[in-house]
Each structure stands twice: as C-alpha cells, then as structure tokens.
DNA sequence: GTAACTGCAAAATATTTGCATCCTT
DNA sequence: AAGGATGCAAATATTTTGCAGTTAC
C-alpha cells in the first residue's frame, strides 16, 4: 500500500476507484485550505459533477472529510485531521475565511472553546468560523 | 409613528412601502427564531422572489437584520438587536441550530467567546454555530 | 456474480440580473 | 418630477434523484 489514498478509501470501506484516489489526493495536497465542489470540478475535468458530490457525501458520512458552514452558499470541505469515525467528527478547530483570497482554512491549532448553554438546550456540535485577513495576504 | 415597522425603515432611509412593512412585521413576530427566503415568501404570499431577495439585502446592508451561516445551502436571516449600524454588524451572539425541528435561533444573551488568532492572521468577525436540541424540542 | 460506483438526463432549489412599470417622497 | 422599489422574465448556480451501464471485489 504504497499510495496512502488507496490505504484510506479501504479503511473506510470504500470501493478504490480512480475518481475517488483523484479527490482524496486533491484533498491531501489541499491540506492548508478547504475545498469547494466546484475546486474539485476544475482541477479534475472529466470527473461527473454527481460523482462529485456522491463522493463528498460519502466521505463526510465516513469522517474522512468535514464540511464548513459558509454563507456563500457553497459548501466547502476539509480533511479531518484525526478522531473522526463513522458518522461521528471530532473538528473542534476553528475554520478561517479569508475575505481577502476568498481561501478557508483549517487553524488545527485552535480549538472551538466551551461555552455554556441556556437551561434546557443540548448541544452536540459547536462552529465557529472566523473572517478576516489570512497570514499570506497580510504579507 | 405608531407602527414600529414605519419608524425603523424611515429611520434607515428606505422607503416605506407594503411589502418591506410585510416582511420586517414577520421578523417582529418572529423574534425568536431565524428567517429562510422560502419562509418570507410561503408567509407573504403575492409579494415577488426578488422583491424579498432584494429587500433583505436592502436590510441586511442597513444593519436591520443578519444573516447567519449554514450548511445547509439555504441562506437565514434574523433581527438585530442593536448597535448594528449601516454596514457594521456588531451580533457577538450564539446561534442555535435545532436539528430536530430545524429552527435556528438567536442566543442573545450568550456571546461569542475571544479566541487567540495565530500569528498573521487578522480577525474582523467571529461566528459561531452551535448545533443540537433546542429547548422546546426537549420538553 | 453481485453490490457498489459512475455517467447522463432531468428536476428541484437558491440566487442574480435586466428592464419596463409603478410608487414613494 | 425623480429616484427608488416592484414585478416579470430569464439566466446562473447549487444540489438531488432516477436509471441504465460499468467496474471493483
């Protein structure tokens, strides 16, 4: 296994197939910036835009990618970097959009902090996206 | 000026007309929870798409309203509480996404906690999207 | 061989733009 | 009267669904 997409895709249950390695290796030399549908679209034409969006529904639901609330209404996708399985994510880290390159990124190194819920409400999942000016465009 | 509807859009240079009167009386009733496009237009009925796409622009721009993000490709919008002003959003609040009844709900009184940004990276707005079982769906 | 995956067509949903007309100020 | 707001048509973008054919295992 000397191709570590093909190492995923059969950890995960997933057939190998040529479309699939093509997005995972898109993701794995994306791993600084999270992906649009139509990033995957333009890098790898030839590839159906419903495999596509087959695929990303199938990697969510497996935890080998997780998507990113925007309000472009677009949804965007990044690698899970670890303790993410079956249906369950583990991204507790803050997401950055760059007003300025358009770029989401993963900060892996900030993590969401708690914060205590009103009487009555249950929380299983805390967002939390930043925007601004990203450290490349401040350059 | 005994319409509250007609005070916040004279006060915001918009013109005060029927169907802007219309959907700013539903965001009033509707304090608690956040507002899709589709749920403006099943509830005003007569009053065109566009019309309603253009005038929560027009409010969102006036700071009237905010939209809050989502993953779900659908676009929501709320009231603001105050201290937004033309063009500035000043909404530090918590947003609560129901998973079981769908709503989307303001939680004025639990504010977006600071994060540290790495280094380079500059932060002009903080959101934050926790999602779950809401306090009604509970009971 | 069988189940999983893909591609194509088509539909559903969300949002934007142009323009002529109408209404607010 | 003038500028802003609306309605309608149409275009664009995003995402989903159905089905037949193909491929992985």
């Known amino acids: ?12 249950n997933l057939s190998v ?3 699939r390695r093509n997005i995972l290796q898109l993701f794995l030399n994306h791993n ?3 992906l649009r549908h139509s990033d995957i ?8 835009r419903v495999t596509i969006y087959r695929t990303l529904q199938a990697f969510t639901e497996k935890g080998i990618i997780h998507s990113i609330p925007g309000s472009d209404g677009a949804a965007r996708y990044a690698l ?13 880290h803050v997401h ?7 770029s989401t990124q993963c ?4 993590h969401v902090p708690y914060v205590r819920m009103p009487e009555g409400f249950e929380a299983t999942k805390v967002e939390m996206v ?9 350059k």
């Open 130 to 138: 930043v925007s601004g000016i990203c450290s490349k465009c401040r």
């Open 107 to 110: 900060l892996d190194d900030v």
């Open 32 to 34: 600084a910036s999270a």
């Open 41 to 48: 679209e333009s890098s790898l034409h030839g590839l159906d």
């Open 1 to 12: 296994m000397q191709d570590p997409t093909i190492d995923i895709l059969k950890r995960n």
């Open 96 to 102: 950055f959009v760059c007003v300025r390159c358009g």
């Open 17 to 19: 197939t040529e479309g």
């Open 80 to 92: 899970c970097k670890g303790g993410c399985e079956q249906g369950h994510h583990h991204d507790d």
